[in-house]
T-cell receptor, first 111, second 116 residues
Framework: TQLLEQSPQFLSIQEGENLTVYCNSS?????LQWYRQEPGEGPVLLVT?????EVKKLKRLTFQFGDARKDSSLHITAAQPGDTGLYLC???????????FGTGTRLKVLA | GAVVSQHPSRVICKSGTSVKIECRSL??????MFWYRQFPKKSLMLMAT?????????EQGVEKDKFLINHASLTLSTLTVTSAHPEDSSFYIC????????????FGPGTRLTVT
């Protein structure tokens, strides 16, 4: 059974601080996605990384896919209260359209 | 961007009744859709893959007779929770793969089911 562990589970920081969320597995994925979810809503896709070692930047967010395509990280610079939410990574199972979701990281950014 | 809708957004039903949730891709065709379940403050758990024109494939531990999935057209999949019990109360989310275009997965807004 594929398992995607995210760390930390919870994070509460002050506005302006930097943070990194990790997504780790022993399985190899065809791609890795990061989502942000607000309470009562569906998850919203932030990025998809496909190539081992790939780094993508989206404004203050930097995403990296591990060289072996087993892990990923999300780094947020100068966090803002609007970044508050549940961050989910999702690994694509090779040869399928299926994605398995990580355990989630709940981020709270205090003003 | 591609839009996926779910109906209803919230539903309350009594124990023992069945509830149907619809998932529609509004501006693209989706041969494949997925149904997820999410418990409060938890991540999404994949329940099943919905395949247009064929039987759904269920993840281990998900009862296929309890959660009936029908994918009769390229834009609609339905999940019916049969003989619902309070423990079926959850947030159900679908996603659809743009199988004739980008092959990206797009999520619906979710359906909150409460069984009393």
């Amino acid at each position: 059974t594929q398992l995607l562990e995210q760390s930390p589970q919870f994070l509460s920081i002050q506005e302006g601080e930097n943070l990194t969320v990790y997504c780790n597995s022993s399985s190899v994925f065809s791609s890795l996605q990061w989502y942000r979810q607000e309470p009562g809503e569906g998850p919203v896709l932030l990025v998809t990384v496909v190539t081992g070692g790939e780094v993508k930047k989206l404004k203050r967010l930097t995403f990296q896919f591990g060289d072996a395509r087993k892990d990923s990280s999300l780094h947020i610079t100068a966090a803002q209260p609007g970044d508050t939410g549940l961050y989910l990574c999702a690994g694509g199972l090779p040869g399928t359209y299926k994605y398995i979701f990580g355990t989630g990281t709940r981020l709270k950014v205090l003003a | 961007g591609a839009v996926v809708s779910q109906h209803p957004s919230r539903v309350i039903c009594k124990s023992g009744t069945s509830v149907k949730i619809e998932c529609r891709s509004l501006d693209f065709q989706a041969t494949t859709m997925f149904w997820y379940r999410q418990f409060p403050k938890k991540s999404l758990m994949l329940m099943a893959t919905s395949n247009e024109g064929s039987k759904a494939t269920y993840e281990q531990g998900v009862e296929k007779d309890k959660f009936l999935i029908n994918h009769a057209s390229l834009t609609l999949s339905t999940l019916t929770v049969t003989s619902a019990h309070p423990e079926d109360s959850s947030f159900y989310i679908c996603s659809a793969v743009d199988s004739h275009g980008s092959y990206e997965q797009y999520f619906g807004p979710g359906t909150r089911l409460t069984v009393t």
